[in-house]
Structure formats: C-alpha cells, structure tokens
C-alpha cells in the first residue's frame, strides 16, 4: 500500500525557516527520485525540488539557494529545509516520487504559510 504522510509546515514570518518531513512507504521510496511539490493558491502544482536515489539534486528556480531536499535512506524519509521564505513559498507541500502525476496516489500534504 502506498504511503505518503507529510508534515511539519506552519505558519512563519518572512525570512523564517521550516523543516518538512515525508514519511513514504518502501515501495515509493526505494526505486524512485523523490520530490517536493506544492500548489499555491490558484495555481497548479509545481515541483521545487527533487532527489535521486543516488542523492543527486535539482532545485526549482525560485527556491535555488534556499531550500535544501535530502533523504533518509534506512528511515523511508525525504526532508525539505526551507530557509529564507518568502509570502511567494506560501502553498501546500507535497510529497511524492518523481515524476508523478495527476493519477498518483497523493497524500495529504502540509501547509506553509509565510506572512509579510
């Protein structure tokens, strides 16, 4: 059974920091490049930042030197460091491998909201 259970978002001030975690079923995680994703409002969903099996990484243009993606190998972990937020970070964030689709299964994500 897929399993993808993000947390850790909340509610920060312009230029604060958060952690996000993802708790993700071995079957996800094992054979796949894993991704953050989020939707603001209004928009469609986007992909910030993605890691490889290998631990290779890509970053979103509009997050590059700011969020920071790593993964937890022997724990089915994937993490997102955001630092230097911005109101423009404000969305929900998901979790899932890379790439995914519409008709993936998704979790429920985790909101972050950034205030001005």
């Known amino acids: 059974q897929v399993q993808l259970v993000e947390s850790g978002g909340d509610l920060v001030q312009t230029g604060g920091s958060l952690r996000l975690s993802c708790a993700a079923s071995?079957?996800?995680?094992?054979?796949?490049?894993m991704g953050w994703y989020r939707r603001a409002p209004g928009k469609q969903r986007e992909l910030v930042a993605r890691?490889?099996?290998?631990?290779?990484?890509n970053y979103a243009d509009s997050v590059k030197g700011r969020f920071t993606i790593f993964r937890d190998t022997f724990r089915n972990r994937v993490y997102l460091q955001m630092n230097s937020l911005k109101p423009e970070d404000t969305a929900v964030y998901y979790c899932n491998k890379e790439p995914a689709t519409i008709f993936d299964y998704w979790g429920q994500g985790t909101q972050v909201t950034v205030s001005s």
């Open positions: 071995g079957r996800v995680f094992s054979i796949n490049a």
């Open positions: 890691i490889t099996s290998g631990g290779s990484t």
